[in-house]
């Protein structure tokens, strides 16, 4: 029995160890997303945004309203035409890869953000 007891503890302390493990890696990821917002590199977004998101609301135009713009100044910033803007915000056209990257310039967000 005594052996019994022994791998019983063993097996408790690989749990235990284990579990600390996983704690040290979540502890580690908070301290570097938190180091990432506060250089900048990251931002948090309100529920309301992530669930306009999720709902496949057309990104553009979630992250546009965001900033607080409007579709003639992000169109402005993007070097593009409000009615192109208004186009892509509805689905009627894609952009290319070009246009996307400089209104995700322009949002402050990555293409992916945006796509």
């Keep these: 029995m005594a052996n019994l007891n022994g791998l019983f503890y063993l097996n ?3 749990e235990r160890l284990l579990a600390d493990v996983e704690m040290l890696h979540v502890i580690r990821a908070y301290d570097e997303v938190k180091q990432a917002l506060a250089a900048g590199e990251e931002e948090l977004i309100p529920d309301y945004m992530v669930r306009q998101l ?5 990104p553009i ?3 546009r309203e965001y900033r607080a713009l409007t579709q003639a100044e992000l169109a402005h910033a993007a070097g593009i035409s409000t009615a192109y803007l208004s186009q892509l915000e509805s ?3 894609v952009g290319t890869a070009g246009v ?3 209104i995700a310039q322009s949002l402050n967000v990555t293409v992916d953000d945006i796509i």
């Design 12 to 14: 408790e302390e690989y």
């Design 54 to 58: 999720l709902d496949s609301e057309n």
């Design 61 to 63: 135009r979630v992250w």
């Design 91 to 93: 689905g009627k056209r």
């Design 100 to 102: 996307l990257s400089r």
